[in-house]
């Protein structure tokens, strides 16, 4: 799918907020509401638009242990990895990688007893790096546009 600037201004403010009305959106790129809903059906049926989410603050859940974790395991093994594994609650993404870990987990534990029952069942598939993050003292959202140049 071609992508014009009226579709890149609209994938950038969903990108800045999920939950603008049509109607809003559509007064920032300069379109009416029913034109801004077609563009995004569209881009949502090309695959363009994967899903629309929330940002959690864990910890004011109680759930304190927010961790990335990298994994020296054998390329050819990975889809087993992710099979065994995605039953584990907590688990917000699995990535595939270069450098010293193939893969690399993000999830959230409530405990750090928790925490090292999955590490001691992802250490079955390899070594194990994990680390702890403090915090995220910066977090932006690209500008998809811009991107392109």
Do not use: W
């Not at 695959?47 to 629309?52: A, D, Q, R, V």
Request: aromatic fraction near 6%; proline fraction near 2%.
């Amino acid at each position: 799918m071609n992508l014009d600037n009226l579709s890149y201004a609209i994938l950038d403010e969903l990108m800045s907020n999920s939950r603008i009305t049509n109607t809003d959106l559509g007064k920032k790129v300069g379109l009416t509401s029913p034109a801004v809903a077609e563009r995004i059906k569209k881009m949502e049926e090309a695959g363009i638009i994967k899903s629309y989410s929330i940002d959690v603050d864990y910890e004011q859940l109680g759930i304190n242990e927010n961790v990335i974790i990298g994994i020296d395991i054998q390329y050819c093994n990975i889809a087993k990895f992710i099979k065994e594994i995605e039953n584990i609650n907590g688990i917000i993404s699995v990535m595939k990688s270069t450098g010293d870990f193939c893969v690399i987990v993000h999830l959230v534990a409530k405990s750090m007893s928790k925490l090292e029952e999955v590490i001691t069942k992802f250490s079955k598939h390899g070594n194990t790096s994990t680390f702890r993050i403090l915090g995220t003292p910066y977090k932006s959202v690209p500008k998809i546009k811009d991107l392109k140049l």
